[in-house]
């Protein structure tokens, strides 16, 4: 999909539903946050968000007292509208309206974080253009944590088709620089309760 028309969608998705609205909510991202504490990352950690959409993670890593928080995403409107909720705490994140397939991450971070954006990068190439920005922008010894459909979760999402994962299959797409670390399964409750089964894997970059 070219990234015009894909922000397009994003930007109609997140302006025509409340943050409760879309399939994907959770009210407290507790797997993301079990395994940022698994991986030992400190407050001080440089963290990016990619495809962080309307998420709350942010405020809870705030909450935590982390330090160093940028969210991405394609979709300006879904970055306003956490910004909106998040009120004057908004200035202790950083912002980035990008598409994470061809942006030039202007630094190396600790952790990596993406639930339900990979997943949407059904052309090789786009792939390509997001792990040669993860390699860019993941610190050697930096963790990536990417949540995924599983391979029996659904097929689309937001009307989308998606690529499905099991651990195995995300190490070998992201190739020999990284070092899978563990992978779980979650079973997530959408807001109408229906379920979705991601898969979270946790990488360290090696090389
Ligand atoms: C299913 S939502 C998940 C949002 C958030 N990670 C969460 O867990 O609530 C997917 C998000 O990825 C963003 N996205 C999709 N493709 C993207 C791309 N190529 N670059 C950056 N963001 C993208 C969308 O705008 C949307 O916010």
């Given at each position: 999909?070219?990234?015009e028309?894909?922000?397009?969608?994003w930007?109609?998705?997140?302006?025509?539903?409340?943050?409760n609205?879309?399939s994907w909510?959770?009210e407290?991202?507790?797997?993301?946050?079990?395994?940022?504490?698994?991986?030992?990352?400190?407050?001080?950690?440089?963290?990016?968000?990619?495809?962080?959409?309307?998420?709350?993670?942010?405020?809870?890593?705030?909450?935590?007292?982390?330090?160093d928080?940028?969210?991405?995403?394609?979709?300006?409107a879904?970055l306003?509208?956490?910004?909106a909720?998040?009120?004057?705490r908004?200035?202790?994140?950083?912002?980035?309206?990008?598409d994470?397939?061809t942006w030039?991450?202007?630094?190396?971070?600790?952790?990596?974080?993406?639930?339900?954006?990979?997943?949407?990068?059904?052309?090789e190439?786009d792939?390509a253009?997001y792990?040669?920005?993860?390699?860019?922008?993941?610190?050697?010894?930096?963790?990536?944590?990417?949540?995924t459909?599983?391979?029996?979760?659904?097929?689309?999402?937001?009307?989308l088709?998606?690529?499905?994962?099991?651990?195995a299959?995300?190490?070998?797409?992201?190739?020999?620089?990284f070092?899978l670390?563990?992978?779980q399964?979650?079973?997530?409750?959408?807001?109408?309760?229906?379920?979705q089964?991601?898969?979270f894997?946790?990488?360290?970059?090696?090389?």
């Amino acid at each position: 999909m070219e990234s015009e028309s894909r922000q397009a969608h994003w930007d109609n998705v997140y302006a025509s539903k409340a943050e409760n609205e879309v399939s994907w909510f959770q009210e407290n991202p507790a797997p993301s946050l079990a395994l940022i504490a698994e991986i030992g990352a400190a407050p001080s950690a440089a963290i990016i968000d990619i495809g962080g959409g309307a998420s709350r993670l942010v405020d809870h890593l705030i909450d935590r007292g982390f330090s160093d928080i940028t969210v991405l995403d394609l979709s300006a409107a879904a970055l306003e509208a956490t910004k909106a909720r998040l009120g004057q705490r908004a200035s202790r994140a950083h912002w980035l309206v990008a598409d994470a397939t061809t942006w030039q991450p202007p630094r190396a971070y600790d952790v990596w974080h993406d639930r339900a954006a990979f997943h949407f990068l059904t052309e090789e190439s786009d792939r390509a253009g997001y792990i040669a920005r993860l390699k860019q922008g993941l610190k050697i010894g930096g963790h990536a944590i990417i949540a995924t459909f599983a391979l029996d979760g659904p097929e689309k999402c937001s009307g989308l088709p998606v690529m499905r994962y099991d651990a195995a299959r995300l190490a070998r797409t992201l190739g020999p620089g990284f070092r899978l670390l563990q992978s779980q399964r979650n079973d997530h409750a959408t807001p109408w309760g229906s379920q979705q089964l991601f898969q979270f894997s946790v990488f360290e970059r090696v090389e």
